[in-house]
């Protein structure tokens, strides 16, 4: 399946689906007008990518390289959370089917609640997370 790669906007975040790479990356501030509109997209090929790769019986092979998804948010409001929530839910669930997938969250040096949201993610799905702090 082909990737995606959707330019930031003062409302959206930038979001790289780059599967030659094994990289989903969400990037900025997710507020945008329409949460459905922009989310639903994401969350169906992200779904689609990996049930092809399990129909495939391609596990093993796509284990030799972490998928990597990267949350480097700056700001999300509660309609993005639920979204974002169902993305890593998504990541739980095939992590439980033994796919190789790991959650990068990043926050900026000081923001304490970024960095809790993230933990509190990461407890909600039980799924540990990698927690990256960005040094100003």
Known sequence: MKGFNIPATDKSPKVV?????????????????NVRDFYFPLIYKIKK???????????????????KFN???????????????DILVIIKELNDKGLNLKIYWFFADG???????GEDFSDMISVPFN????ES
């Open 71 to 85: 949350f480097k948010l700056d700001y999300f409001n509660s309609s993005s959370a639920k979204f974002i929530s």
């Open 49 to 67: 990518h990996f049930e092809k790769i399990l129909e495939k019986n391609q596990g093993d092979t796509f284990n030799e390289k972490c998928f």
């Open 17 to 33: 689906f780059d599967t030659n790479n094994f990289l989903f990356e969400m990037q900025g501030i997710s507020r945008p007008e």
């Open 131 to 134: 927690f990256v702090m960005i």
């Open 111 to 117: 923001d304490e609640d970024m960095k809790e949201v």
